[in-house]
């Protein structure tokens, strides 16, 4: 009983370093999601996707890219680490978009300095 | 443009005291309404949910909130708080016309006294 699972938990980039951010959910479902969450701030959707191979920008897609060449998997690419990077990433899906809630992953932690 | 606030950063309350946490929003129609709950290093939870019908809606650990259209808002209430239910709570508005997102209010965070 999977759901949405994210790796990794935890890591610190260098300024100028790319990454990729892992995101795979085993509940079949259409939607995918990259928010990051700042303190104070609530979350802030990256991209988004309603099936394998369209994505689609959200509020703050800068400095982020994305792919979906399967239902399960949705990384997160971020090419050149800034420091404004540095947030919480959280990774959601859903069967139907807005009629159905977000199953989300239990996030990753990147610092960039 | 559409918005979501929540006025409360931060609430305190006694456990088996009761509670309510506000949400408004900024939106020309009736949007779909969530309030999600985040425990310390996790992801979010939804509690509960309204996309039409009966205003009150009863959401999973003893949540209820009530839409109220003339003062576009969504509040969450609990009759008496448990130690458990200490975290923190978003809630999010979901716009419809094409952009499958939900915007989320930037949480208010609700610590239980013993």
């Known amino acids: 009983n999977a759901g949405v699972t994210q790796t990794p938990k935890f890591r610190i980039l260098k300024i100028g370093q790319s990454m990729t951010l892992q995101c795979t959910q085993d509940?079949?479902?259409?939607?995918m999601y990259w928010y990051r969450q700042d303190p104070g701030m609530g979350l802030k959707l990256i991209y988004y996707?309603?099936?394998?191979?369209?994505?689609d920008k959200g509020e703050v897609p800068n400095g982020y890219n994305v792919s979906r060449s399967t239902t399960e998997d949705f990384p997160l690419r971020l090419e050149l680490a800034a420091p404004s990077q540095t947030s919480v990433y959280f990774c959601?899906?859903?069967?139907?978009?807005?009629?159905?809630?977000?199953?989300f992953g239990n996030g990753t932690r990147l610092t960039v300095t | 443009a559409q918005s979501v606030t929540q006025p409360d950063i931060h609430i305190t309350v006694s456990e088996g005291a009761s509670l309510e946490l506000r949400c408004n929003y900024s939106y020309g129609a009736t949007p779909y309404l969530f309030w999600y709950v985040q425990s310390p290093g996790q992801g979010l939870q939804l509690l509960l949910k309204y996309f039409s019908g009966d205003t009150l809606v009863q959401g999973i650990k003893g949540f209820e909130a009530e839409f109220k259209r003339s003062q576009s808002s969504f509040n969450l209430r609990k009759p008496s708080v448990h130690w458990s239910d200490a975290a923190e709570y978003f809630c999010?508005?979901?716009?419809?016309?094409?952009?499958?997102?939900?915007?989320f209010g930037a949480g208010t965070r609700l610590a239980v006294h013993p």
């Open positions: 959601a899906s859903s069967y139907q978009g807005l009629n159905s809630p977000l199953h």
């Open positions: 509940m079949n479902h259409n939607y």
């Open positions: 999010a508005v979901g716009f419809s016309g094409g952009y499958n997102k939900l915007i």
């Open positions: 996707s309603v099936g394998a191979g369209i994505t």
